[in-house]
């Protein structure tokens, strides 16, 4: 059962001397330090790790750091002064170096292992060893966790060198990926998406590293260059960082029996999970067996939620494995990720996902996702019919609770009391025939317009529309009068404004990041950093200048070229 701070918290925490009071290690005080794990951190070189639920880990500094940008709105919720961003102390701990953090801050972080499920199916092979006993957080080092305003916090940095999970990687990420990843989960955030949060962004001014990457304007599938890079460190945070892979890891142990503490270990990590994310819905009272049902039901009520809402605001994980997948049920891990531009069930922005991961196939994946939790939680159950039983029903169940959440949100995206499946499909037809940009239509829609005219703004006529406009504008007439004909009952102004809560009005689509990054890389972060004010603000009326530049149809140069439509990796 993990502590509860009962410490007054400053009004504003301005410096690390306000926020060390309110550190709380949970994790590394309550589960198992890897047996063979070093105490200073000095634990940087792959190898097996066999048991624990954590190896103790020395970030590595990146070398001479600069500010880039923090998260505003996360500081303010978290009570933090914006200028402690920018202060020395706070600088040196987020871009790697905790020799000097007040106490009782710690001078050693700590790196996860987890297994590989992908589609529900169980890999080794990613791992060095064939065994499963390296694969896990790579690049990513936890150096903090604390319970600010009653609610637990944890503070990952990205980027800050290897772990004994690194695979023989160099543990570091470069700029354009940090941007990428810094921009996207406030984004997400402000869209009313479930997603850990971006505390802070430091990049290196000498330290480069070399990866793979496109050339300018390439159309190759995969990278066709190597680029130097400067190395950057992100900070997020979330309640915690288990993942479903993670359970997995300490699953698979149990069920082989590979050490004689597994299967304590895989109730204590679950508990543990109980404890940072479901506190507030799962009966402290209870026996494990019935904490295990009540999770399952309540993990998967946020991971079809969360599925969901994905595809509300026309975002696609693009590599979302099971160690993708938070047990928290927010979105974790933005890597390969994107936001679409033309309507695409197919739309996947990573070159090496497969259509399994494509836009509207994520909630089958998050049901594979979800049956490699349950068998992950399964073996706790034995001795446990009833609950047993329990957990059948609930996995069973996951089509149909899936599928009602979907309905409920394309409903709620068209202004109806209730989904309507020939209406939908109608529209879905139209909307890939014609094609049409997914954000904008949906805006438009919210507007409730009379016509088609309005709606013309998203349409970026293909071929089938070239062929046809005036068969295909019929069609389309003939949908918004059925529509019309089926929207809420009440004051148009207030079924307009109710849609515009649903339905933002900016993305944050790639070509938008490109050249914020390609900036970022020489030093200027004015774009990055207007991205971030207007993608933070994503369902308000901005102004006409904002308008122009980001509320407009993907130039057609840029579709097909790698960085901007797609990319193999995230660096």
Not at 169 to 180: E, I, K, M, T, W
Not at 243 to 260: D, M
Request: aromatic share 10%; glycine share 6%; charged share 20%.
């Amino acid at each position: 059962m993990l502590t509860r701070h009962h410490l007054e918290m400053p009004t504003t925490v301005a410096t690390l001397d306000d926020l060390a009071p309110l550190a709380d290690y949970s994790l590394m005080d309550t589960l198992n330090c890897d047996p063979e794990g070093k105490a200073n951190g000095a634990d940087h070189a792959p190898r097996q790790v066999f048991s624990g639920h954590y190896v103790p880990v020395s970030p590595t500094p990146i070398e001479n750091p600069e500010y880039v940008a923090h998260g505003k709105n996360l500081f303010h919720e978290l009570g933090f002064a914006d200028s402690m961003a920018q202060s020395s102390d706070f600088i040196r701990m987020f871009s790697g170096d905790l020799s000097h953090v007040p106490e009782p801050l710690r001078n050693v972080g700590w790196a996860c292992g987890y297994a590989l499920s992908i589609y529900g199916t169980e890999f080794y092979q990613q791992c060095p060893f064939q065994t499963g006993n390296g694969y896990g957080d790579g690049r990513a080092i936890s150096v903090l966790e604390a319970v600010i305003n009653k609610q637990r916090w944890e503070m990952q940095l990205k980027g800050a060198g290897r772990t004994p999970y690194c695979r023989g990687a160099d543990g570091r990420a470069v700029l354009r990926s940090s941007v990428r990843e810094f921009l996207a989960q406030e984004h997400m955030h402000a869209l009313g998406v479930p997603t850990s949060r971006s505390l802070s962004l430091y990049v290196s001014t000498t330290e480069k590293v070399r990866r793979p990457w496109y050339s300018e304007g390439s159309r190759s599938v995969d990278p066709d260059i190597l680029v130097s890079e400067p190395v950057a460190i992100s900070t997020r945070v979330a309640p915690s960082f288990i993942r479903v892979g993670q359970l997995e890891l300490f699953s698979r142990r149990a069920r082989k029996q590979e050490h004689p503490q597994a299967m304590e270990e895989l109730e204590r990590i679950v508990l543990h999970l109980i404890d940072r994310e479901y506190d507030d819905v799962i009966d402290r009272s209870r026996t494990t067996a019935e904490k295990v049902v009540s999770l399952a039901h309540e993990f998967r009520r946020r991971l079809t939620s969360l599925v969901a809402n994905w595809i509300r605001v026309g975002y696609c994980q693009g590599n979302f494995n099971s160690d993708n997948c938070a047990a928290g049920g927010f979105t974790l891990d933005y890597g390969p990720f994107g936001f679409c531009d033309v309507f695409d069930p197919q739309y996947q922005p990573w070159t090496g996902g497969g259509n399994h991961f494509a836009f509207l196939n994520q909630p089958a994946a998050a049901e594979r996702n979800f049956y490699s939790f349950c068998s992950a939680v399964r073996p706790l159950l034995a001795g446990h019919p009833e609950c047993l039983q329990q957990l059948e029903d609930i996995q069973s169940d996951f089509p149909k609770v899936m599928q009602a959440q979907m309905e409920t949100m394309w409903a709620a995206k068209l202004g109806l009391d209730a989904f309507d499946a020939a209406l939908f499909r109608e529209l879905a037809t139209l909307m890939m025939q014609t094609p049409v940009d997914y954000t904008m239509f949906f805006r438009e829609l919210s507007s409730l317009p009379d016509d088609i005219e309005p709606l013309k703004k998203s349409f970026y006529k293909g071929s089938t529309y070239a062929a046809d406009p005036e068969g295909l504008d019929k069609r389309w007439s003939a949908w918004l009068t059925n529509w019309q004909s089926l929207i809420q009952p009440g004051t148009p102004e207030e079924l307009s404004s109710k849609m515009k809560l649903v339905n933002p009005k900016y993305s944050l689509r790639e070509w938008f990041v490109v050249p914020a990054y390609q900036q970022a890389a020489e030093g200027n972060y004015a774009l990055l950093r207007e991205l971030q004010d207007v993608m933070t603000q994503p369902y308000a009326e901005q102004s006409e200048a904002v308008d122009r530049k980001y509320y407009r149809l993907k130039p057609l140069e840029l579709f097909g070229v790698g960085g901007a439509s797609h990319l193999s990796c995230s660096s």
